[in-house]
């Protein structure tokens, strides 16, 4: 089982949709959380850092289940320029060393 | 002010050659990680040093080791390439404390590398 795993997608919404992406992780003892953006060809982008309590920014919220271990991205309104690559970002979990896991990234297409 | 600074931006090698490539982190940053990026998947990580020392370390072999400078500054170095190679290579900075093991990353632009 991979660390962190996302659907891959495409998710492929109209404009002004509403879209969720989940990540899951699979160690407990993970302590930071993040949401990545990456276009085509460029570097990955800070979306957002992900809180137990959840955080909004704009139309982005974002939560974590540490429970249930796992994190989720919501968009509302949904704009052509959403059209990216989502990656969530795990770290933490060892304490001996820092471990830095990447999802593959979830593939958004937001259509006219 | 300037952001993380990688060069080169492409480089082309062949198999069995080595190649270095370099990373400035934003001014201020103690933290430097590198990582493997291949087409269609999310980055993979390679190292973090901070304060010069290594700090993490990915699963990758030791073709593959890195260094990070006084001034913060650091080097990733592939021994004997090999075709699989070929990846974009991310550096990030962050800054990193030395009680704390989180940190958000701030991405260069990336080297593209080609084995041939």
């Known amino acids: 089982r991979k660390e962190v795993e996302q659907d891959p997608g495409p998710f492929n919404v109209p404009e002004g949709a509403t879209v969720a992406f989940n990540c899951t992780y699979s160690?407990?003892?993970?302590?930071?959380f993040f949401w990545y953006r990456q276009d085509c060809r460029k570097e990955p982008k800070l979306l957002m850092s992900?809180?137990?309590s959840g955080n909004e920014d704009g139309r982005f919220t974002a939560q974590l289940n540490r429970a249930s271990q796992y994190i989720s991205l919501l968009i509302r309104d949904s704009k052509l320029s959403d059209s990216a690559t989502y990656l969530c970002?795990?770290?933490?979990?060892?304490?001996?060393?820092?471990?830095?896991?990447f999802g593959s990234g979830t593939r958004l297409s937001i259509r006219p | 002010d300037a952001g993380v600074t990688q060069s080169p931006t492409h480089l082309i090698k062949t198999r069995g050659q080595h190649v270095t490539l370099r990373c400035s982190p934003i001014?201020?940053?103690?933290?430097v990680s590198w990582y493997q990026q291949v087409l269609g998947q999310g980055p993979q990580f390679i190292f973090q040093y901070y304060e010069k020392e290594e700090r993490g370390r990915g699963n990758f072999p030791d073709r593959f080791s890195a260094r990070q400078f006084p001034n913060y500054s650091s080097e990733l170095n592939v021994n004997a390439l090999l075709l699989g190679d070929s990846a974009l290579y991310l550096c990030?900075?962050?800054?990193?404390?030395?009680?704390?093991?989180?940190?958000?990353?701030?991405f260069g632009p990336g080297t593209r590398l080609t084995v041939l």
């Open positions: 160690n407990s003892a993970s302590q930071s």
């Open positions: 990030a900075s962050s800054f990193l404390s030395a009680s704390s093991n989180t940190d958000t990353q701030y």
């Open positions: 001014s201020g940053h103690k933290s």
């Open positions: 992900v809180y137990s």
């Open positions: 970002v795990v770290t933490g979990g060892d304490s001996s060393a820092s471990k830095i896991i």
